[in-house]
């Protein structure tokens, strides 16, 4: 499984960025997708999770209100759109594909290259 993340960039507090994990090489739609982050000098942490159909989702506490995980299945990809974001948001943001659907990233197999999201204040 290859994942291409993208959309990431330099925003604003207060701004919005949507980003997109494109996936190739296997059945996109049997994998429960997340999202983590990691910020200089810290470990990677979980942001949000879905489930294969897209029917369920879960969220770290610091970004739930704020951010949306999606997916769409015919294309291959899932989504965060991230809303009202803050100085602290500012990460390397990746694209991962489970085993199940988990908060954990040792639970997760596949990982894209992540993208880089600065929050200027």
């Known amino acids: 499984v290859q994942l291409q993340a993208s959309g990431g960039g330099l925003v604003q507090a207060g701004g919005s960025l949507r980003l997109s994990c494109a996936v190739s090489?296997?059945?996109?739609?049997?994998?429960?997708m997340g999202w983590f982050r990691q910020a200089p000098g810290k470990e990677r942490d979980f942001v949000a999770t879905?489930?294969?159909?897209?029917?369920?989702?879960y969220y770290a506490d610091s970004v739930k209100g704020r951010f949306t995980i999606s997916r769409d299945n015919a294309k291959n990809t899932v989504y965060l759109q991230m809303n009202s974001l803050k100085p602290e948001d500012t990460a390397v943001y990746y694209c991962?594909?489970?085993?199940?659907?988990?908060?954990?990233?040792?639970?997760?197999?596949?990982w894209g290259q992540g993208t880089q999201v600065t929050v200027s204040s």
């Open positions: 090489g296997r059945t996109f739609s049997n994998y429960p």
């Open positions: 879905i489930s294969q159909s897209g029917g369920s989702t």
């Open positions: 991962a594909a489970a085993r199940l659907s988990s908060s954990r990233p040792v639970d997760y197999n596949y």
